[in-house]
């Protein structure tokens, strides 16, 4: 089976190409972008965006997840560069956290990401994905205003989304709206068609580029109205020459090391960064039509060394980024050889032929990203969460509606805390609840305890023992536990020595390790005789009432205290 999966990820080597190819296309805009809003050279996006797909995309270990400069660290950037009050000295803060995120990855800080419920992770990729459709809806008619790759609620200049969607009907550019509607118009051909949808080395996305590269050229060679102005265009940096395009790579000044702020900001950076990679990573996994599973301290130790590298070359901090990497899952990209070329194509074309790639429209961009949206924020996703039920739609929503409304981090942690929350609420729901009128003195109760018991167990865990029948036989059994948290030990503990006697229950206790401190008094042989254990653990269960008298009886005659 594995040698099948591996013949078709081979044959999918010039699918590979071509996705890389469009998330190369979609990179360039995000690069300067992000870079403009982090109040740092142009050029230090594009570093970002070649290590994030030369090194990172060798070391990592996933296979779609396509990394460079995230605009969730803009803001951020752009304190510490202001506080700073140099670029060179901001570089070693990058170098600082990459080293954290190396010693990160080592530590397997990784194992977190275990952690983010699905209905956040799911959450999160729906609000990206509305957030890139209201944030590409004015690029694709010509409204500018904003940065490329901008996610937060709050804009430039005291705008905010909707203000920048509002303005953009004042601004529209025709030329721009033709050809975003032409290219829209073009992929969703190409991917219902079903001979063009199998021409893997010419996806939909690089159809749209040539054809709106080449529509705005008749413009402006005809002269048109509709043709699109050079503000409206990719902006990458021309140099003169190579020894001018390496120029551009700049060096940390290695004084920045003595400066308790530049560690600070380090921290920040690294905390920041692995905390929105693995994220992402759980968000890509999900994508992923063969459903792998990325290691995470692996990609921590990726991120860490490209940071260290960007650094030192000039470039952004480094992280993985869900909007490249859904471009890439979407275009078609199978292994991280995607990834790899698109960071080729940044090193080769942003060297030799800028000129060319500054004729592309941002409206031909802004049309692939607002597929790429669609794809992530589809209704579907929505009547999904919403079938599971309140308790999993509302974090899924509040965790979409958070980060449409705030950013990113801001929205996946208030997701965090009402998932949490609902779990805490689930767990005063005990499954194990009895009732007095539903149950008989001397009746035998089995509780069965998991194979983890968590503090999150003890209050469901309490108000089960709070509601056992008086005069009522208790077995619990913890053959299957492997741990058991100290407040819920002293619960049992305390209930067994002190509520039970006080209610005359007859509390006996099976399994139990020596380290628990908890006498075992019967044995399991003795408990579950005559195929009575329950197949599963984690629940409480009675004797089937056509054993109560027998095994009562049992009970009774072994414990009964020596007649004096």
Avoid at 81 to 110: H, P, R, S, Y
Wanted: proline letters at 4%; one cysteine or more; aromatic letters at 10%.
């Amino acid at each position: 089976m594995s040698s099948l999966k591996s013949n078709k990820l081979f044959f999918n080597f010039g699918g590979d190409l071509a996705a890389g190819l469009v998330v190369f296309f979609v990179a360039v805009p995000l690069c300067l972008g992000i870079a403009l809003a982090s109040g740092a050279p142009l050029f230090s996006g594009i570093v970002a965006g070649i290590i994030g797909g030369l090194v990172v995309g060798v070391l990592s270990k996933s296979q779609l997840s396509v990394s460079g400069p995230a605009a969730g660290l803009a803001a951020i950037v752009l304190a510490a560069i202001t506080d700073l009050g140099a670029f060179d000295i901001f570089l070693c803060a990058v170098i600082i956290a990459g080293v954290i995120q190396l010693t990160l990855g080592f530590l397997k800080a990784g194992s977190i990401a275990n952690y983010f419920p699905s209905n956040v992770i799911e959450g999160m990729l729906a609000g990206i994905g509305l957030i890139i459709i209201l944030k590409q809806l004015p690029h694709a008619v010509g409204y500018d205003r904003d940065y490329e790759g901008s996610e937060s609620f709050a804009g430039i200049d005291g705008g905010n989304t909707f203000s920048f969607l509002a303005d953009a009907v004042n601004f529209i550019t025709p030329g721009a709206v033709v050809i975003a509607v032409i290219s829209i118009g073009l992929m969703l051909v190409w991917e219902k068609v079903d001979f063009l949808k199998k021409i893997k080395v010419l996806p939909g996305p690089l159809v749209a580029v040539v054809v709106g590269v080449l529509l705005n050229e008749l413009f402006v060679v005809t002269n048109s109205p509709l043709a699109i102005t050079k503000e409206h265009l990719v902006s990458l940096p021309v140099p003169a020459s190579f020894s001018d395009f390496f120029a551009q790579f700049a060096l940390p000044n290695l004084n920045g090391f003595t400066d308790s702020r530049v560690w600070v900001h380090g921290m920040t950076i690294a905390i920041v960064a692995s905390i929105e990679t693995l994220l992402c990573l759980e968000a890509v996994d999900r994508l992923d039509p063969l459903k792998r599973y990325s290691p995470t301290n692996r990609e921590l130790k990726a991120q860490g060394v490209g940071n260290i590298i960007s650094g030192l070359i000039g470039g952004l901090p480094i992280t993985s980024v869900i909007v490249r990497s859904s471009a890439n899952v979407n275009s078609g990209g199978k292994t991280k050889i995607s990834t790899i070329f698109h960071g080729t194509l940044l090193l080769v074309c942003a060297g030799s032929i800028p000129f060319l790639l500054n004729k592309i429209p941002l409206a031909v961009l802004a049309a692939i990203l607002l597929l790429t949206g669609y794809k992530l924020a589809k209704p579907a996703l929505f009547k999904k969460w919403y079938a599971a039920g309140f308790y999993q739609f509302f974090p899924f929503v509040v965790t979409v509606a958070a980060i449409v409304f705030t950013d990113l981090l801001l929205g996946v942690a208030l997701g965090m805390i009402i998932s949490i929350f609902f779990i805490l609420r689930e767990n005063l729901k005990s499954p194990y609840f009895f009732q007095h009128n539903e149950h008989h003195t001397g009746e035998i109760i089995h509780i069965n305890l998991a194979q983890e018991v968590s503090f999150l167990n003890k209050a469901a865990i309490k108000l089960t023992l709070e509601n056992l029948p008086s005069e009522s036989y208790v077995i619990i059994d913890a053959s299957e536990t492997l741990y058991i948290d100290h407040d819920v030990l002293d619960l049992l503990k305390e209930f067994r020595e002190i509520k039970a006697v006080e209610r005359g229950i007859r509390v006996e206790c099976v399994g139990f390790k020596p380290e628990y401190k908890i006498d075992n008094t019967l044995s399991r042989q003795f408990v579950y005789s005559e195929g009575t254990e329950p197949e599963s653990a984690m629940v409480v269960n009675t004797v089937p009432r056509r054993r109560h008298r027998e095994l009562i009886g049992k009970l009774v005659e072994k414990t009964k205290p020596a007649e004096a």
